[in-house]
């Protein structure tokens, strides 16, 4: 019997024979087709013709791309910032939020009309070797229990962050995008506009058109032709914007009507890793590169009334092999208002201890307990307990309908305590 070794033989011989007599390239010299790249250049977005940080109709395309054809954009941190491992407390309450978000494009998408759907499919994004998660005052879920500025500083690659601000701790990398979206029309515009200033009107926490560092400087700047239109990029609105939805990872596909043709399309605030809630305003922040492809649906905007997503197994590889949780109920000591609530007025909330189908107050309980829970148990400062349910913990709706008493469940991913 012959050895399979002799049986292959000649085989392996052609191919010797082959390889020795032509000069051939590597398949790592094989390339696929050349992406457009929407580049960033300088140091911040005002430096950056590719670049912009408010909404409107008017804000010119910087490239063009053929439905199907891969592309990718090169964004910044979420704070436009100039964070770096050497930042202290001192630089995150110097941050100015008018800076944020940075976004790169707009992109049009050749064909595109206004009615369309457009389809874009997250291929890749490669994250900075540097990432930041801080606690702004003023800012975030519990912006009234952490007052203070504090900063943890995270060393990325494309598996986990991990920080000397948090030892023992390994954050696995699920990137996405937290603002993506498209540019709106005229209506649009006008329609958010008219609901956001009745809404601060009332009292309540909107951030209406601020011209002082707007960007592009000519339209929406303090000299800018629509100063007064442009609206700022915090808020989601129904062309998606700052979703901050964790799940849309790489593989998942976004789905966004067209308002105005070539649709506008525009991301940034790309988001290492993230917990579901982002309760301190911010997860793991930083620069990516992001590579995209789109295809147009038309007609399709008649299925969307806001962004949808859709995907295989992502959300199987985004749960955690081991979890804590912690529940969390409407419940509140006699005599506080809610920090989200004192625009509606106190006489009726403050006598109270219970308030009914609230899942704000549900979701800030489950936030506190699962921060006491860190506190006691992993033996993490409170600021550092806040900054992880921040970027690990995931806020759940458990029920809507046991009234008064709707229930939050927050989810501790327990595969980040790692040691080093």
């Not at 090169?74 to 964070?83: I, K, P, V, W, Y």
Request: glycine fraction near 10%; charge should be negative; aromatic fraction near 6%.
């Amino acid at each position: 019997m012959k050895s399979r070794f002799v049986r292959t033989m000649p085989v392996v011989a052609v191919c010797l024979i082959g390889s020795g007599s032509i000069a051939s390239a590597d398949t790592s010299d094989v390339k696929g087709p050349a992406p457009v790249i929407v580049a960033k250049s300088g140091k911040h977005c005002k430096d950056d013709p590719n670049c912009f940080n408010r909404i409107h109709h008017a804000i010119k395309p910087v490239a063009h791309v053929k439905p199907g054809q891969p592309f990718v954009l090169e964004t910044r941190d979420g704070l436009d910032s100039d964070l770096d491992f050497n930042s202290t407390r001192q630089d995150v309450a110097a941050l100015n939020l008018n800076l944020c978000h940075p976004l790169t494009g707009p992109v049009y998408i050749e064909g595109a009309k206004r009615g369309d759907a457009l389809a874009v499919t997250v291929v890749d994004i490669a994250p900075d070797d540097f990432g930041s998660t801080t606690i702004v005052p003023g800012f975030g879920f519990l912006r009234d229990v952490f007052p203070d500025p504090f900063i943890v500083h995270w060393e990325l690659n494309r598996l986990e962050a991990r920080s000397r601000d948090m030892p023992g701790i390994a954050v696995p990398n699920n990137a996405f995008m937290g603002t993506v979206g498209v540019l709106p029309d005229k209506p649009e515009l006008d329609k958010w506009l008219k609901r956001e200033q009745a809404l601060a009107d009332a009292g309540g926490a909107v951030l209406t058109p601020q011209p002082v560092d707007a960007l592009p400087l000519n339209l929406c700047g303090a000299d800018g032709t629509a100063k007064n239109e442009c609206v700022r990029t915090v808020p989601p609105r129904e062309n998606g914007g700052n979703v901050d939805a964790k799940e849309t990872v790489v593989g998942t596909t976004l789905l966004f009507p067209c308002f105005i043709d070539g649709c506008g399309l525009f991301a940034g605030d790309v988001h290492f890793a993230m917990g579901g809630g982002e309760v301190a305003g911010t997860a793991i922040e930083m620069g990516a590169k992001v590579r995209l492809q789109a295809k147009v649906i038309p007609g399709g905007a008649s299925q969307l009334t806001t962004m949808h997503f859709e995907g295989d197994s992502q959300l199987k590889k985004l749960a955690p092999s081991s979890f804590y949780a912690v529940t969390g109920l409407p419940l509140k000591s006699e005599g506080e208002v809610p920090v989200y609530s004192t625009y509606l007025g106190g006489q009726k909330i403050a006598p109270l201890a219970n308030l009914s189908e609230d899942l704000t107050l549900a979701a800030r309980n489950a936030t506190l307990n699962m921060i006491d829970f860190l506190v006691k148990t992993k033996g993490l400062t409170r600021e550092q307990a806040y900054i992880l349910v921040s970027v690990a913990v995931d806020l759940n709706i458990s029920q809507v309908v046991d009234f008064p008493n709707v229930g939050v469940t927050a989810i501790l991913n327990r595969d980040v305590f790692k040691p080093e």
